[in-house]
Nanobody, 121 residues
Framework: QVQLVESGGGLVQAGGSLRLSCAAS????????MGWYRQGPGKQRELVAV???????NYADSAKGRFTISRDNAKNTVYLQMNSLKPEDTAVYYC???????????????WGQGTQVTVSS
C-alpha cells in the first residue's frame, strides 16, 4: 500500500508564498517521478510541476518563474515552493507520484488527497 500525504496548503494574500510538501510512504521500490497538479473551481486538473528521477523538471507556463519543485529522494518527498502567488492560483493541489511498489511491478500512478490553496486579492 502506497500513501501520499500532503501538507502546507492554506490561505495567503496575493504576492505571498506557500510551501507544499508531499511524502510518499509504504511499499516503494523506485520512484520515476513526483509532482504537483491542481484543480481550480470549475476547472480541469492541470499539471503544475513535475520532477523526474533523472533530475529533470517541467513546469506549467503559469508556474514558471514563480514556483520551484524540489525533491528529497532519501525521504521520498517532493516540495513545491510557491512565490508571488496570485488569486488565479487558488485551487486544490494534488501530489502525484509515478512509482514501482515492488521490483515486479510496472510503474503505477498514485495521488494524494489534495490540499487547498486559497490566494486572496
Amino acid at each position: 500500500q502506497v500513501q501520499l500525504v500532503e501538507s502546507g496548503g492554506g490561505l495567503v494574500q496575493a504576492g505571498g508564498s506557500l510551501r507544499l510538501s508531499c511524502a510518499a510512504s509504504g511499499s516503494i521500490f523506485s520512484i520515476n517521478a513526483m509532482g504537483w497538479y491542481r484543480q481550480g473551481p470549475g476547472k480541469q486538473r492541470e499539471l503544475v510541476a513535475v520532477s523526474t528521477s533523472g533530475g529533470s523538471t517541467n513546469y506549467a507556463d503559469s508556474a514558471k518563474g514563480r514556483f520551484t519543485i524540489s525533491r528529497d529522494n532519501a525521504k521520498n518527498t517532493v516540495y513545491l515552493q510557491m512565490n508571488s502567488l496570485k488569486p488565479e492560483d487558488t485551487a486544490v493541489y494534488y501530489c502525484y507520484a509515478a512509482l514501482r511498489p515492488t521490483v515486479l511491478s510496472t510503474v503505477l500512478n498514485y495521488w494524494g488527497q489534495g490540499t487547498q490553496v486559497t490566494v486572496s486579492s
